[in-house]
């Protein structure tokens, strides 16, 4: 994966479509991987009625899902994680949010 500079040193972020269920069956497919590897389990759970479709930079938040796999990972010595991704649609506190699609925003949520 190639993440360009831009002339002041930070990353450029390309917002653009992406399919949110391919990228989480990638996510959740290198996540189950790492968790065999260091010995811990794994459970995923993926709301159906995700949107299909979301707009962001798909690159930086695979990057940013195994970021926080791994620092999950390194920070305890078993355990089983816990992977979910759902829908939230009633506007409240968006501190957590992952993407948005229209007036809904997508929630990821993992923890040992």
Not at 57 to 77: K, S, T, V
Request: aromatic letters at 10%; a negative charge; one cysteine or more.
């Amino acid at each position: 994966m190639e993440i360009a500079e831009n002339e002041k040193g930070g990353f450029r972020l390309e917002m653009k479509p992406f399919l949110l269920h391919s990228m989480m069956r990638e996510a959740a497919s290198t996540a189950k991987c790492l968790c065999v590897y260091e010995g811990f389990g794994f459970e995923i759970d993926v709301q159906k009625s995700l949107p299909e479709t979301v707009m962001g930079d798909e690159a930086r938040a695979f990057q940013e899902i195994l970021h926080m796999i791994g620092y999950l990972l390194n920070m305890n010595d078993k355990g089983t994680l816990n992977f979910w991704v759902f829908l939230e649609s009633d506007g409240g506190d968006r501190d957590d949010t992952i993407f948005e699609s229209g007036d809904q925003a997508v929630k990821m949520s993992m923890y040992i």
